[in-house]
């Protein structure tokens, strides 16, 4: 069943009939600026608009956009609320203290990444996801769902379940449970580059209970690294030592730092920052 005024189903959104969830969860003081992505016909920016000093909604369905703005046109709220319309990953984001959003499922990894590169760092954001993605951000190393996304986000921020959602919340009532996470952002971030981070993690948690040896010598991934490291040394004007191949490079990073029985799976961010480090310090790279 979609809804039968707006096509929510296009969009892959849910209306939340009791949005006060997301707005207790974020704790609006009356001077922030509130970034609030989906707002669907406008039940939560209404309750938004009462508490903070702005509100940018971005809405990628006009006929959504248009029913927002028509919720508080004449009111004192209406000079309070500047409606974008487009999508969310590709706008251009004004300065925003929070963010708050019942998140189309489609664009939830994109989101979570958008929001973490957007400078200067916001105080935090109420999301709304699916359980199972949501579980993903907040899992702790050791535990089944630790994964690439879990190590990623939580690089750059502090993730915790607040609360969870049934699908009777919403209408139309979608497939799947949901859940509220809040974020915030570690302030100042790792001075780590992100496509890096993330280069390592892409071989490490490709089977994740795998040993990190063991990934390595994936097909093509000793290849790749070793072009990395020909690029980089020649970009540092510093020569290639040929007589030391990559494997017994990565063997003695393993060794020297005790990883060569660890799995991703059980490695904590810092135990993965430490490994790049000492790969970096032996000049392989990952992006």
């Known amino acids: 069943m979609t809804n039968p005024i707006f096509n ?11 949005p006060a969830t997301a707005q207790k969860s974020a704790n609006l003081k009356p001077t922030d600026k509130v970034m609030e992505v989906g707002p ?8 938004i608009l009462e508490k903070a000093k702005h509100v940018t909604a971005v809405e990628m369905d006009p006929r959504m956009a248009a029913e927002v703005i028509k919720r508080v046109q004449g009111t004192p709220e209406q000079r309070k609320l500047e409606v974008i319309i487009g999508d969310f990953v590709k706008v251009d984001m004004p300065y925003f203290e ?27 954001a109420i999301l709304m996801f699916q359980r199972e993605f949501a579980m993903r951000l907040v899992a702790r190393p050791g535990t089944a769902l630790w994964s690439r996304l ?3 986000v939580q690089l750059y921020a502090k993730v915790d379940n607040i609360i969870n959602v049934s699908r009777n919340d919403f209408r139309p009532p979608p497939q799947v449970e949901s859940s509220v996470i809040r974020l915030v952002p570690i302030d100042p971030p790792p001075p780590v580059k ?20 063991g990934n390595f010598q994936a097909k093509g ?16 004007d510093m020569p290639v030592d040929d007589t030391t191949s990559i494997n ?35 000049a392989i790279h990952f992006s």
């Open 98 to 124: 929070v963010c708050i959003s019942n998140t189309p499922y489609q664009i939830s990894s994109p989101l979570v990444f958008r929001l973490l590169s957007h400078r200067p760092l916001f105080r935090v």
């Open 221 to 236: 991934v000793m290849k790749m690294l070793e072009q990395n490291r020909r690029t980089w040394l020649a970009m540092q």
């Open 8 to 18: 929510t189903q296009r969009f892959g959104q849910h209306i939340l009939k009791n």
């Open 40 to 47: 669907g016909t406008g039940n939560l920016t209404v309750k």
């Open 248 to 282: 017994t490079l990565l063997d003695k990073v393993l060794e020297d730092g005790g990883y060569t029985e660890s799995r991703a799976a059980k490695m904590d961010v810092d135990d993965l920052l430490k490994l790049l480090a000492a790969f970096h310090d032996v």
């Open 150 to 152: 879990s190590a990623n």
């Open 194 to 213: 992100f496509e890096e981070f993330d280069g390592l993690n892409r071989i490490i948690f490709s089977r994740p209970n795998k040993t990190v040896r």
